[in-house]
């Protein structure tokens, strides 16, 4: 008890001599990653690894408290955006309770477009961001977006880049600083080597140590921006994707920088000695890629690490070189060149691999696991779940489960993907993608994804919530947003761009075809006409669909020939909206006949329609038409024009028509 009376009484000392111009700095960390830009755009690989490495780096060397960081891993925009709020709340208490120097790093890496972020299929606006960061009160707020065109956010208030605003060391600077991997209309590259994309994966190397030029043991914001400016920018010259040039758009005030990263504040450190010249890359013993830079020779270089074992590469020409330190807690080794030893260039390609190149054993959960590489073929008895990254073939007799990152999933009833899922998935029964999956899945029963971008096939049922591909049953597909094609007895979609084939389609939003029996869009005409032709008919027709294809069907009584007949018909037509003015190609074929057991007559007809909408739900249309009537049965049941034959070809009347109506509806 009085060892903590003591403590207390020791700090509050602390805090009442400090000198009167001394301040704390607190810093605050929102970093979001997120593969899952959509069912339009391919699944990244590093997104969610790029914002665990950045909160990594600024917990150990940025004076972050792990208190004081968010991590979001594939959050989708509701969860973007409360993680926003939740931290504007931190700030505004940290401001009102605790005093001093307040900064706020958000960190993006993921999809995006000229006008926003995407997070799964959603877009968050470029002018939202700035307008939360611009309303932070906070002393320095930081903006870094790894995303391709992201330089759309420094072309929105006019930003572009600058000349470097580093003055001297003090800490006084004031404003904000949006940073970006890529100009407005560049993409943003990953590296399946780097395993990271390059900007992140340059950018954290910078803050380690690597843009340290001033070598006072601190990495600025200039610093670490122009370290990763420069490796991006030469390492993609030669991509497919083409150079990307980062951008920023800065505005401070005050003298100094801010400083992103002492390199210090790690309890090891590993210095690059002045006769070293080459690149170097730093792996920690997992195989991860911690740190890669250019040395030139003449300057020491320090890195601040956690302790533990390291490998160091160094390429100098032709040569390859390799160093094994290891850190101890306290400890900081110099590496010179006398502590490399040439390797063979083979042994580069499987750096940082933890396991042999083939092996064949017994896993975990008793599967038999036969790896290559990176890809494993597990095959379970009975279940197969995997807790870890999964990549290859999960195989099971009954279930195959995957909590994490699968490949393909193969089972006799039934498999689950708790998390993304590059690959297949087929089952006896049922297949369940919890998160964003690019492959397909075939199932004997339903199939189940959040979003998925390839196919859906099963024999009774697929559900999607969104979808770019296409959906096969012999049952019903429903999918809440669709760009590609379902082809099914019923098909349902709220959103859907491309075509429905089936019975029954029905859609709240089409931007496409449906073609079935029964069509039916929220945004496509629906209406119910009454209309008088040449015939001496009065017909009454639905029509419904989309407007690039809508079904018509028809009920007529009337005639002049044989007294009163009745016509039953279907049709399909394309609509066409001039203003207040439509007009309608059309195709029908009705059954005409005295009543349901006596002989038909049947007409087909190819119209015209063109109208004139009095309101939104009120129209009158005119019909001019081509008629070909084949009796059957009976010689002739009806004839145009008031009994007036006008050519005959065999058995067959061919005439035009004219009709009259109103229709009440959305056209």
């Known amino acids: ?23 704390t700095m607190r810093r605050f960390v929102l970093a979001a990653g997120t593969n899952n830009g959509g069912v339009q ?26 208190a004081d960081c968010m991590l979001l891993r594939n959050p989708d925009l509701e969860t973007f955006e409360a993680g926003l709020q939740a931290m504007a709340r931190t700030v505004h208490a940290a401001r009102r309770w605790g005093g001093g120097r307040l900064e706020v790093v958000v960190y993006y890496s993921g999809h995006a477009d000229d006008t926003g972020l995407l997070l799964a299929g959603q877009r968050k606006p470029y002018a939202e961001i700035r307008q939360f960061l611009e309303s932070l009160d906070a002393d320095v707020r930081i903006a870094i977006l790894d995303a391709c065109a992201s330089g759309s956010i420094t072309r929105a208030k006019g930003g572009s880049r600058q000349p470097p ?33 390059f900007f992140t994966h340059y950018l954290v190397s910078g803050l380690r140590g690597a843009a340290d030029v001033s070598q006072d043991g601190r990495v600025t914001l200039n610093e670490a921006y122009q370290f990763a400016f420069d490796e991006t920018l030469a390492r993609t010259m030669g991509t497919r994707g083409g150079t990307q040039h980062p951008s920023r758009d800065v505005h401070m005030n005050g003298t100094g920088d801010v400083v992103m990263t002492d390199v210090r504040r790690t309890t090891a450190g590993l210095t690059l000695a002045e006769d070293l010249r080459g690149r170097f890359f730093i792996r920690d013993d997992q195989g991860v890629l911690l740190a890669e830079m250019r040395k030139p020779a003449g300057r020491s270089v320090e890195i601040g690490l956690e302790p533990g074992r390291f490998t160091v590469h160094w390429t100098d020409g032709e040569r390859l070189l ?37 092996s064949v054993g017994l896993g975990d959960n008793l599967n038999l696991d036969i ?38 999933q193969l089972s006799g009833i039934g498999n689950l993907a708790q998390d993304e899922l590059r690959g297949w998935q087929a089952a006896g029964m049922v297949n369940w993608a919890v998160g964003p999956m690019q492959g397909s899945q075939l199932a004997g029963t339903v199939n189940i994804g959040r979003q998925v971008r390839g196919w859906q096939i099963s024999l009774a049922t697929n559900v ?10 012999l049952g019903a597909n429903f999918a809440r947003e669709l760009r590609g094609v379902q082809m099914g007895v019923l098909n349902a979609a709220d959103r859907a761009r491309g075509w429905q084939v089936g019975l029954v389609n029905l859609s709240g939003r089409l931007d496409g075809v449906s073609l079935g029996l029964i069509n039916y869009s929220h945004t496509g005409p629906f209406n119910l006409g009454l209309a008088g ?14 407007r690039a294809f809508y079904s018509a069907f028809s009920v007529g009584r009337g005639g002049h020939l044989t007294g009163r007949l009745t016509a039953v018909g279907l049709g399909f037509g394309t609509h066409r909206q001039l203003g207040s003015h439509f007009a309608e190609l059309e195709l029908e074929h009705l059954n005409v006949s005295k009543d349901l057991e006596s002989d038909r007559n049947q007409l087909t007809r190819l119209r015209l329609n063109v109208g004139r909408q009095l309101d939104p739900y009120l129209s009158v249309s005119a019909g001019f038409s081509l008629n070909l009537l084949v009796p059957g049965g009976d010689p002739v049941l009806v004839e145009p024009w008031g009994n007036q034959r006008l050519r005959a070809v065999g058995g067959s009347r061919l005439w035009p028509g004219l009709s009259l109506g109103l229709r009440l509806g959305r056209q």
Request: hydrophobic share 45%.
């Open 464 to 473: 999607a919530q969104a979808l770019r591909g296409g959906q096969l049953a």
């Open 165 to 197: 605003f580093l003055v001297d060391e003090s800490a006084s600077m004031r404003g904000y600083a949006f940073l970006t991997s890529s100009s407005e209309n560049e993409a943003a590259q990953e590296s399946d080597q780097l395993k990271a994309s």
């Open 533 to 546: 032709d040449e015939l001496g008919f009065t017909h009454m027709t639905l029509r419904s669909g989309s």
């Open 371 to 408: 790896s290559a590489r990176q890809y494993t073929f597990s095959l379970g008895l009975f279940f197969n779940q995997q807790e870890e990254p999964f990549h290859g073939l999960q195989a099971a007799w009954l279930v195959n489960q995957a909590r994490r990152q699968a490949g393909a």
């Open 41 to 66: 755009r391919e699944l990244l690989r590093y997104a969610v690894s790029d914002a665990e490495h950045v909160v990594r780096v600024l917990q150990e060397m940025g004076g972050a408290d792990p």
């Open 1 to 23: 008890m009085r060892t903590a009376l003591l403590q207390v009484s020791l700090c509050l000392l602390a805090v009442l001599c400090a000198p009167a111009g001394a301040q």
């Open 322 to 358: 390799l160093a094994r330190p290891e850190l101890a807690a306290g400890r900081r080794v110099q590496l010179a060149a006398a502590a490399f030893v040439p390797v063979e260039r083979e042994a580069a390609r499987s750096r940082g691999e933890s396991r042999p190149p083939f």
